[in-house]
């Protein structure tokens, strides 16, 4: 394409067909304590 | 407006996310101008009327980009539309499956801005025996069933005050993990002051990720973390923090993070951000105090401008760091996006998990949603003695999404803060499922930056994560 560059896979809808299976880390435990994100944590199933 | 993509424009980069598939799209300003007056559902033909709207380009121009924006719209990743409400609302109660571990009600230090009441959560000072740990494990063991990865974070007040619990504790947790089929993930957030030897080598040894608390300079760290008798602590923590992070060398043991927080007294943090990374320490989070805003040190929405202008310079930082060197100078906890890699969509519904497979536990063994609500009685869910979880409780939590959160359903950044602290919502704002303003105005800003870092990291290493470079001497 000559004017957008696609960065990533997109695949958050995929994602959602055999997600939840609980393996990765607590957000709240991995530094912030007071301020969550989400995004930045692993899926570990794909690990 | 819809709700599906959000467009902004970082450092002169211009960036449209779509919302429900997680795309990242760079485009140019003729596609940022065009989708900005487009609505879903789209047809294959541009909308009649566009050309008159824009008239700065040409009608071949923006039937050019139409075309393109139509065929990303026809593979799903722009304008996407949000398919997942079903596995919201099928959120049942969830196996405990980590825990804060609040060792210590009673701490070395009196910062100044501890939601903790300088450590005892306003209960009372107290330290966790050794039977109440291995309780605690015996308890979580029980709860988590179905889950074989467990967490629990040695939390306080300072958790190094009670330094035999935490090795009785874990020390009990190893022996039975297997037997179980569990594995023990633990956790230490420290202010550094009783750290030792025999403390660094079990702690590299046994927490698969410590954090140390240090909010950068010198003179803003000591303003506020003191000790009992008002001195600053940071000539005795640094040492002792370079001492544990060069020895922390173990396989699955390499995680840590210097955690800072900032306040309205230095609204200029990113100096403190890359006074940490000077120190040779590359994984950082400085983080906005928590605080009611009547404090003198609390964010306030007039600060929101020089926080950003902070935010977008820190962010320039790291990305002229990674065109230069295809490496981020270090971590920047709020700016971790991983834009293939990241939580699937169902975690990102509802977040922390607190009250529902997250919990705190006091020092007398009480449970309570997390470790900011440690103290508030009408949140208490029950007590380990007595192996009950309050189950309106913990069912609250679970249906507590960005579904039945005020505003995030039309919210952009929903999939990444995913509703926010549910505490912060309480506390502040009077109710969990009323997201606290101000950090949703932080949350949204810092998203921003995050993604933007990840366009540049994806570029210069070829979709591959890029690693930091350290020690850090961008200056």
């Known amino acids: 394409m000559k004017h957008i560059r696609t960065i990533n896979k997109a695949n958050l809808k995929k994602t959602a067909e055999k997600g939840g299976c609980g393996k990765c880390q607590t957000s709240c435990q991995s530094a912030c304590k007071t301020s969550c994100t989400i995004a930045n944590q692993q899926c570990e199933a794909n690990k | ?475």
Request: glycine content about 8%; charged content about 25%.
């Open chain 2, 1 to 475: 407006m819809t709700n599906t993509i959000h467009r902004f424009i970082q450092d002169g980069e211009y960036i449209v996310l779509d919302v429900n598939s997680g795309g990242v799209h760079v485009v140019d300003e003729i596609v940022y101008d065009l989708i900005g007056e487009l609505e879903p559902p789209l047809s294959e033909k541009m909308p009649a009327g566009i050309p008159e709207k824009l008239p700065k380009y040409s009608a071949e121009e923006l039937k050019e980009c139409y075309d393109e924006i139509y065929s990303l719209y026809s593979d799903g990743i722009l304008f996407s539309t949000d398919e997942y409400r079903k596995y919201a609302e099928l959120s049942v109660k969830a196996p405990i499956k980590a825990m804060c571990l609040h060792v210590s009600h009673d701490c070395d230090l009196r910062c100044k801005y501890c939601f903790a009441s300088t450590g005892d959560f306003g209960t009372g000072r107290k330290i966790m025996t050794p039977e109440t740990g291995r309780k605690a494990i015996d308890f979580l063991i029980e709860k988590s069933y179905g889950r074989e990865n467990l967490e629990l974070d040695f939390f306080g007040g300072e958790p190094l005050m009670a330094w035999e619990t935490i090795k009785a504790t874990v020390d009990y947790a190893r022996s039975v993990e297997k037997q179980y089929n569990k594995n023990f993930r633990f956790t230490v957030t420290t202010n550094g002051m009783l750290l030792n030897d025999e403390k660094i080598e079990y702690i590299n040894r046994e927490m698969s990720n410590c954090v140390l608390s240090l909010d950068g300079r010198k003179e803003v760290n000591d303003n506020i973390r003191v000790t009992r008798s008002g001195k600053g602590c940071y000539d005795i923590i640094v040492p002792k923090y370079r001492q544990l992070v060069e020895s922390r060398v173990n396989p699955g043991r390499t995680d840590y993070y210097v955690r800072g927080t900032f306040t309205k007294y230095n609204l200029d943090f990113v100096e403190d951000v890359l006074h940490i990374a000077e120190l040779g320490f590359d994984q950082l989070s400085v983080e906005p105090v928590t605080a009611p805003s009547d404090a003198p040190y609390a964010i306030t929405e007039e600060d929101l401008p020089e926080i950003f202008a902070q935010y977008d310079r820190l962010y320039r930082i790291m990305a002229e760091h990674v065109e230069k060197t295809g490496k981020k100078p270090f971590n920047f906890f709020h700016y971790m996006i991983d834009l293939n890699q990241g939580p699937c969509a169902v975690k990102r519904l509802r977040g922390c998990g607190c009250g529902n497979e997250y919990v705190a536990v006091t020092p007398d063994g009480d449970i309570y949603p997390c470790h900011q609500f440690v103290g508030i009685d009408e949140w208490k869910m029950g007590n380990i003695y007595q192996g009950n979880v309050d189950a309106d409780i913990a069912n609250y939590f679970a249906k507590t999404h960005i579904y039945s959160k005020e505003g995030c359903p039309d919210c952009w950044a929903r999939f990444y803060c995913s509703g926010g602290c549910n505490a912060n919502g309480f506390i502040y704002e009077g109710d969990v499922r009323k997201p606290h303003k101000i950090q949703c105005a932080l949350m949204k800003k810092r998203l921003e930056c995050g993604i933007a870092l990840g366009v540049k990291v994806s570029e210069a290493s070829g979709g591959e994560a890029a690693e930091t470079a350290v020690p850090y001497s961008g200056r």
